[in-house]
């Protein structure tokens, strides 16, 4: 069983700047690929970045490429979020969530535990 808490989530204006982080217990997930998903408001769940366990291969989805920095601390059961550039089409609710046998898996279905998700919300 392994519990996930995100912390870091809030109001922004465009432009800004955010970091998220995702603390895993229960067990250690240094060993897994670990991804953040964000449900805009009104729409489904999309993917948005994930990295594999060392953090040496990540890979985003083209609406934050260039703008999102997926990172982990592995010594911290932790992986994080850094969003640069903010726009009001970031607005959602972000979650973070492992995958025990998924390498840079985009389906939400592939990853085994999600946390209870963080608020951004941008405005413009």
């Known amino acids: 069983q392994v519990q996930l808490v995100e912390s870091g989530g809030g109001l922004v204006q465009a432009g800004g700047s955010l970091r998220l982080g995702c603390a895993a217990s229960g067990r250690t997930v240094s060993s897994y690929t670990m991804a953040w998903f964000r449900q805009p408001p009104g729409k489904e769940l999309e993917f948005v970045a994930a990295s594999s366990w060392n953090g040496y291969s990540t890979y985003y989805a083209d609406s934050v490429k260039g703008r999102f920095t997926i990172s982990r601390d592995n010594a911290k059961n932790t992986v994080y979020l850094q969003m640069n550039s903010l726009k009001p089409e970031d607005t959602a609710v972000y979650y973070c969530?492992?995958?025990?046998?998924?390498?840079?898996?985009?389906?939400?279905?592939?990853?085994?535990?999600w946390g209870g998700g963080t608020q951004v919300t941008v405005s413009s």
């Open positions: 969530a492992v995958g025990f046998q998924v390498l840079l898996s985009t389906t939400a279905s592939s990853y085994n535990y």
